[in-house]
């Protein structure tokens, strides 16, 4: 069973005797020294930002919840979450008196009946208007669904996608290699509203694994929900030389009260929901990629050139670091680059760079002496999702569920309707063999889903 990490407030020196380590006696916890709360370590002289475990616990349940546990499909006892519990075999077992098909779990003999999504019609209906990205309001009004309708068909479409997606999925998890790729993103709304989102892609492919943004059903104390007006984030100058566009990103890094401080500038509330800071949203983010990585041989992940992200993704891995499973790598896309930088040190850190034709890559949990060959082929995909998200999304959108459904039906749209270069990302990873319309995705995906 998957284990997350519950005290991220430790060492996070890779080369430190402390590193990953909880509760070491070399710690001066919440320490003040350099303005901020911090644990200090006195191994190595490191201050990490103090970081609300119980804050970070809540969140991560309740995307756990949403991005692993909406069962629709096999036995909820045995296995309550996709990709973290292997769903048992099941037989037929007869059927409710509605005529809908039950199973019998072989494992706990437990009877659950399968899904049945009645009304496709209105599902499609329901498709249509968000490929169409008609204003929620005209689109209920254009369906001739009542208001609470819509939403319970745009759920039940969510529903399906994120099922489909994820049982495909499942069959990642038995790869001897598993490459990812993550970065963050400001996904704009309308009314000065908007989200900051985490997103991972598998690196062969620019298929879009796991996406975490910063909405909460839960509330905390003021200090921890997010209201700045500042904007924190390291962007790319304008330049074609490689080595200049990264010492400008160290330079970015510099001026903050401390180098987590990740903001991303004035955003206005969405109802019902409240916002945490991004740095939460990385160390949430990272566990949940857990999910992927649990059973792989071995893999890398490369992030984006982001303090804070360093931090959250070495606190996912630091098992597997410590055991040469896992590595990690800062990553710069650069379209056009060459192998100008080979091994040159650079920023604050003297870290360790190199460059190939798809960017910069900078060894952070291993010693690298000579060029190396990375494998990591579709440095744009996350950038492409981005993208595709912001013209496919209407702007207007002011609720947290609205989101959450919207978001994993563009994923696999995206993933398995969309060709980048004449393939789908999905066709890319083996997880399917055609691009596919909207709509036949609909109709495969519910295929699917009623005969597992
Ligand atoms: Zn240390
Ligand atoms: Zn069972």
């Not at 200090?40 to 546990?69: D, T, Y």
């Not at 041989?297 to 984006?304: L, P, R, S």
């Not at 990690?328 to 760079?353: A, M």
Request: aromatic fraction near 12%; charged fraction near 25%.
């Amino acid at each position: 069973m998957l284990r997350f990490t519950k005290d991220f407030n430790c060492c996070k020196t890779v080369s430190c005797k402390n590193f990953g380590v909880s509760g070491s006696e070399s710690y001066i916890q919440k320490s003040e020294r350099l303005g901020y709360l911090s644990t200090e370590c006195k191994l190595c002289g490191s201050n990490p930002p103090w970081i609300n475990n119980e804050l970070v616990k809540q969140v991560l349940e309740e995307k756990l919840e949403k991005q692993f546990a909406q069962k629709v499909v096999g036995c909820k006892k045995c296995s309550p979450y996709f990709l973290i519990t292997n769903t048992p075999k099941s037989k037929r077992h007869g059927f409710t008196s509605a005529g809908t098909q039950r199973k019998k779990c072989c494992q706990c003999d437990t009877v659950f009946t399968l899904p049945d999504f009645k009304n496709s019609a209105a599902l499609k209906v329901v498709l249509d208007s968000l490929l169409s990205k008609k204003e929620i309001k005209t689109a209920i009004k254009e369906s001739g669904l009542s208001a609470r309708l819509y939403y319970f068909y745009l759920n039940k479409l969510a529903l399906i996608f994120s099922n489909f997606s994820r049982i495909n999925e499942e069959k990642l998890l038995t790869r001897e290699y598993l490459g990812m790729h993550s970065e963050g993103r400001l996904l704009e709304l309308s009314h000065q509203r908007g989200l900051y989102a985490l997103f991972s892609a598998e690196i062969d492919s620019g298929y879009i694994l796991l996406q975490t943004h910063n909405l909460t059903k839960h509330l905390f104390a003021d200090e921890f929900i997010y209201h700045e007006k500042e904007n924190t984030l390291a962007a790319n100058i304008k330049s074609y030389d490689l080595e200049e566009v990264l010492l400008a990103r160290y330079q970015q890094n510099l001026k903050r009260n401390h180098f987590e401080q990740l903001i991303v500038g004035d955003l206005k509330p969405i109802v019902k929901c409240n916002a945490i800071y991004p740095d939460k949203v990385a160390y949430i983010h990272f566990q949940l990629l857990k999910a992927f990585t649990g059973k792989v041989g071995t893999y890398d992940h490369f992030i984006e050139h982001e303090s804070t992200l360093r931090s959250a993704a070495l606190m996912s891995s630091y098992v597997s670091i410590k055991s040469t499973r896992a590595n990690v790598y800062f990553f710069l896309p650069f379209i056009g680059g060459d192998e100008s930088l080979d091994g040159k040190r650079l920023g604050w850190w003297n870290d360790i760079w190199f460059s190939n034709r798809v960017g910069a890559f900078c060894p952070i949990t291993c010693k690298l002496k000579s060029h190396p060959t990375f494998t990591l082929n579709k440095g744009d995909a996350i950038e492409n999702f981005y993208q595709y998200l912001d013209k496919s999304i209407n702007k207007n959108i002011n609720s947290m569920q609205v989101i959450d459904n919207i978001l994993e039906i563009y994923r696999a749209l995206y993933n398995y309707c969309t060709p980048i270069k004449g393939q789908t990302a999905a066709c890319l990873l083996g997880l399917s063999d055609r691009t596919y319309q909207p709509e036949q995705l609909f109709d495969k995906a519910l295929q699917q889903i009623t005969a597992e």
